[in-house]
């Protein structure tokens, strides 16, 4: 049964940085394009940063040059660095995965197969 486990999320100051970790099993995570999204109390949930099985990445307009994304197909981890981080990233991050969407489709359409449970990030002095 493919399963998403998310987990590196907490209370972090403005202008800190935090690390999120996916932690994939039961699918075959290097074919599956993996993607982080977001969901702020009253927003609707938007895809952050998404990477292809070969690596080809996309980052919301938002994001860019502060968070990176990237994943080790060996531990089957998809990992999310934030930096420099303000209190509008405040939100859940949620990990998803997907067989056919390239990195652009599914961080736009947010059309998964499935997702994790979320991780709570909190960005308050």
């Known amino acids: 049964q493919p399963r998403l486990v998310e987990s590196g999320g907490g209370l972090v100051q403005p202008g800190g940085s935090l690390t999120l970790s996916c932690a994939a099993s039961g699918f075959a995570f290097d074919e599956y394009t993996i993607g982080w999204f977001r969901q702020a109390p009253g927003k609707g949930r938007e895809g952050v940063a998404c990477i292809s099985g070969r690596g080809a990445t996309n980052y919301e307009d938002s994001v860019l040059d502060r968070f990176f994304i990237g994943r080790d197909n060996t531990k089957n981890t998809v990992y999310l660095y934030l930096n420099t981080v303000k209190p509008d990233d405040t939100a859940v991050y949620y990990c998803?995965?997907?067989?056919?969407?390239?990195?652009?489709?599914?961080?736009?359409?947010?059309?998964?197969?499935?997702w994790g449970q979320g991780t709570q990030v909190t960005v308050s002095s």
């Open positions: 998803a995965a997907d067989a056919l969407q390239t990195a652009h489709s599914m961080c736009t359409t947010a059309q998964v197969d499935f």
